[in-house]
């Protein structure tokens, strides 16, 4: 489908950038309409990647992996394929499978990612997640090998303020092999800087618990009988438990000595919020590996690992974060 100008992402030079002369992280977005076009936008890119010879990787839903499988033919046994329903559930999940691509292929001159998180099935709560993510790539892979990773939005089913936001976020847009510079794009720091805003107040219902040391054995206890009366299965309730008792152990060492801690219901399950009195200043704390060496930084890690939705909201009053367990 050809895109008038108006949908397309804004173009500032005639000068077009090509895989020949790509030399550092390159996070392009690329707009497109209905499954047919996805296939027309995203296909030529991946074959191009094979062709050359360079480690390809495509993170979208499974349903548009079987797509792009036909469409390619024979190439698709040369690339890496994973389903963004089990990869990028919870969005801060994403950028660890990226590196873990790029630490796969530490001698490749190129690597070339394809990666959509965002479609209308994300909920309201996802959907920030993923944007912030989109935000962080910025930052995450700022000194990263040569990986150009384009991401695919669909103009026929998502918001126009998606779109709007998928501009600021993406350094460059285009259209297959030939990107150019974007002048909506926010610099990376300004971008993830938008996303650090309050998280909706929590439901009048919600139940509060506040703490302090030694109340971690009652928090535990708390939050497994809610998790148990939401239905949650034993081993999310068990997953649930850890995170929080990770939650409310870092605000004891780290956020003023006590906190507060908030549970309620919604359609997807059961949220838990942990609010203190500190601050974070690493943007992407639960989004890296930690080192072995590394002191600090695996309680979010981890969080992250056992929840299906974790949001960190980090302001000069305190720090607040809200995990989320579904329903299986």
């Not at 550092?24 to 296939?39: C, I, M, N, Q, T």
């Not at 040369?78 to 394929?81: A, D, G, I, P, T």
């Not at 601050?279 to 060496?293: C, D, V, Y």
């Given at each position: 489908m050809a895109l008038p100008p108006s949908r397309r992402g804004s173009r500032v030079t005639s000068t077009t950038t090509t895989k020949s002369n790509v030399a550092?992280?390159?996070?392009?977005?690329?707009?497109?309409?209905?499954?047919?076009?996805?296939?027309r936008a995203v296909a030529p890119f991946v074959r191009a990647g094979v062709d050359a010879g360079q480690p390809v990787m495509v993170v979208v839903a499974?349903?548009?992996?079987?797509l792009l499988r036909q469409s390619l033919g024979s190439r698709a046994r040369?690339?890496?394929?994973a389903d963004m329903g089990d990869v990028g559930r919870n969005p801060a999940r994403i950028i660890p499978a990226w590196t873990e691509f790029v630490n796969r292929h530490p001698d490749a001159p190129t690597l070339w990612g394809v990666g959509e998180p965002i479609d209308t099935r994300r909920s309201a709560a996802e959907l920030a997640e993923c944007q912030r993510h989109e935000a962080l790539l910025n930052v995450a892979f700022e000194d990263a090998p040569p990986l150009w990773l384009q991401c695919p939005y669909d103009l026929d089913a998502l918001n126009p303020s998606v779109i709007s936001e998928a501009r600021r976020s993406h350094p460059f847009v285009g259209e297959g092999l030939e990107p150019e510079r974007n002048r909506?794009?926010?610099?990376?720091?300004?971008?993830?800087?938008?996303?650090?805003?309050?998280?909706?107040?929590?439901?009048?219902?919600?139940a509060s618990l506040p703490f302090t040391s030694g109340w971690l054995?009652?928090?535990?206890?708390?939050?497994?009988?809610?998790?148990?009366?939401?239905?949650l299965s034993s081993a999310k309730a068990s997953d649930l438990?850890?995170?929080?008792n990770e939650l409310a152990t870092n605000s004891l060492r780290h956020g003023g000595g006590q906190g507060m801690l908030r549970v309620w219901e919604d359609e997807h399950g059961l949220v838990c919020e942990v609010a203190d009195s500190g601050?974070?200043?690493?943007?992407?704390?639960?989004?890296?590996?930690?080192?072995?060496?590394?002191?600090g930084g695996r309680g979010l890690w981890m969080v992250n690992q056992l929840c299906d939705l974790v949001q960190i909201r980090s302001l000069a009053t305190g720090t607040v974060v809200r995990v989320h367990a579904y329903h299986d």
């Open positions: 550092a992280f390159r996070h392009e977005a690329v707009f497109y309409g209905g499954l047919d076009g996805f296939v499974a349903s548009k992996i079987d040369h690339v890496e394929f909506e794009y926010v610099d990376r720091g300004d971008a993830a800087a938008g996303f650090d805003e309050p998280l909706p107040e929590p439901p009048t219902a919600a054995n009652t928090i535990r206890d708390f939050v497994d009988g809610r998790a148990r009366v939401a239905g438990v850890l995170a929080i601050t974070l200043h690493e943007p992407l704390l639960g989004r890296q590996r930690p080192s072995a060496g590394r002191l």
